[in-house]
Antibody, heavy 120, light 107 residues
Framework: QLVESGGGLTQPGRSLRLSCVAS????????MHWVRQVPGQGLEWVTG????????DYAASVKGRFTIARDNAQNSLYLQMNSLRSEDTAVYFC????????????????WGRGTLVTVS | DIQLTQSPSFLSASVGDRVTITCRAS??????LAWYQQRPGKAPKVLIY???TLQSEVPSRFRGSGAATEFTLTISGLQPEDFAVYYC?????????FGQGTRLEMK
């Protein structure tokens, strides 16, 4: 399973760090992602990282403000969110990839319950 | 970025019906397409990956097909638990993108 933490209410311009702890699978073998969803709206891929942190990528809406990282020894995924804006308000899901790479992927087969980030 | 357009955006059907949702990509994505189901208050769940492979433990009434720029998700014999929102997703190239969603409601 995947369990997110670190969400909450913050003000525009501030920072938050989300964490995700994985269990039940070999975390270091898979790419990981953060996907967000404004309540009542659709899904937006935010960022992803390969199994060995060799490649990361970001949605244009967060590039330069958010940073994804992982610690395979701790089975943990992180999202550092800086310069937060009101439009970053959403539920953030920690997500496991079916594969180890980011490109030409197959899909996401395990999702956390999500953590709500409110920027206001 | 690759855009995905789902149709219809809303679909009304009855238990036992067969429904089809279409996902069109703005460019050729080979078969790097997945389908997800999201029930209210829950995280999405993968149904189909690489266009037509059924995820483990997903009922066989779900079927994915298509390639290149046009894909379909067909649900045969709708069950009460199938009324949800469905999303397609392309993983051919970065950034990964999702369709806008199709809300399947009970008639």
């Amino acid at each position: 399973q995947l369990v997110e933490s670190g969400g909450g209410l913050t003000q525009p311009g501030r920072s938050l760090r989300l964490s995700c702890v994985a269990s039940g699978f070999t975390f270091g073998n898979y790419a990981m992602h953060w996907v967000r969803q404004v309540p009542g709206q659709g899904l937006e891929w935010v960022t992803g990282i390969t199994w060995n942190s060799g490649l990361t990528d970001y949605a244009a809406s967060v590039k330069g403000r958010f940073t994804i990282a992982r610690d395979n020894a701790q089975n943990s995924l992180y999202l550092q969110m800086n310069s937060l804006r009101s439009e970053d308000t959403a539920v953030y899901f920690c997500v496991k990839d079916i594969l180890a790479s980011l490109r030409q992927g197959w899909g996401f087969d395990l999702w956390g319950r999500g953590t709500l980030v409110t920027v206001s | 970025d690759i855009q995905l357009t789902q149709s219809p955006s809303f679909l009304s059907a009855s238990v036992g019906d067969r429904v089809t949702i279409t996902c069109r990509a703005s460019q050729d994505i080979n078969n790097y397409l997945a389908w997800y189901q999201q029930r209210p208050g829950k995280a999405p769940k993968v149904l189909i990956y690489v266009a037509s492979t059924l995820q483990s433990e997903v009922p066989s009434r779900f079927r994915g097909s298509g390639a290149a720029t046009e894909f379909t998700l067909t649900i045969s014999g709708l069950q009460p638990e199938d009324f949800a929102v469905y999303y397609c997703q392309q993983l051919k190239s970065l950034p990964i993108t999702f369709g806008q969603g199709t809300r399947l409601e009970m008639k």
